[in-house]
């Protein structure tokens, strides 16, 4: 849902994947198009739709298209649209606890960096996973939109005012919820996928939080060469979530 606080909001969307994924799954929520004149011919069968729903479009230079992005690298587009509906703590636990099949949701804490939060994403959505699980104050931001290359329009986005006590809710319904800890004696290599489980993904610069820590319910290791002490986050996110599928 979006609540009557952000009802009047809106957001950017830049990027060419990113953009055309919301042309697509939610052409609504768009309320103006900018674009250079390269991407006329690519564009034109959305600038006919958008013109039907009196949605109005641009034609602009790069340079007045960074204007508007806030970043040069808009690649010749940028939306301003409705910002997408999301789920929260309690909607989000009874909607994917009564889910029938396989479950997989990605939650992070204290990820910040926005190239990080798009790769999580754009691999989250490559893999299959059901939905993205961000703490109420974390930011997904334009960039981090663009960095996941159109895989955040392909995921349930959940906010939580509370992400260790929804952890706990998950586990407490079957969940597994399973964080990586490089003395872990499971390696993720030989991971037996559960039918429901929650990744858990801390942030860049000091991992999880021992609340969010202290509710997992697996832990795997991912061994290496031991030439570095530990991966990107989002390659990390990358290797665990291969293993589940």
Sequence with gaps: MIDEENREKTEKVYGRKAARAVLEKRP??????????????????????????????????PEELAFIAGSPHHEGICLKV???????????LDDFSRAEGRVRLVALDGVENPHNIGGIARTAAFLGVDGLLLEEAALLTPAAVRVAEGGVEHLEVIRSRDLPRLLVAFASRGFAIIGTDAKAKEDVRRLAPPERAVVVLGGEAHGMSDEVRATLTRSVAIPG??????????????IVLAALV
Excluded at 28 to 56: F, N, Q, T
Excluded at 225 to 238: I, P, Q, T
């Design 225 to 238: 060469a031991g030439r570095v002490e530990s991966l990107n986050v989002s390659v990390a996110a990358g």
């Design 82 to 92: 409705r910002p997408r509906e999301v789920l929260w703590d309690l909607e989000a």
């Design 28 to 61: 609504e929520d768009v309320l103006k198009i900018a674009y250079v004149e390269a991407l006329r011919m690519p564009l034109r069968e959305h600038l006919r739709a958008a013109a039907e729903r009196r949605v109005g479009y641009d034609e602009k230079s």
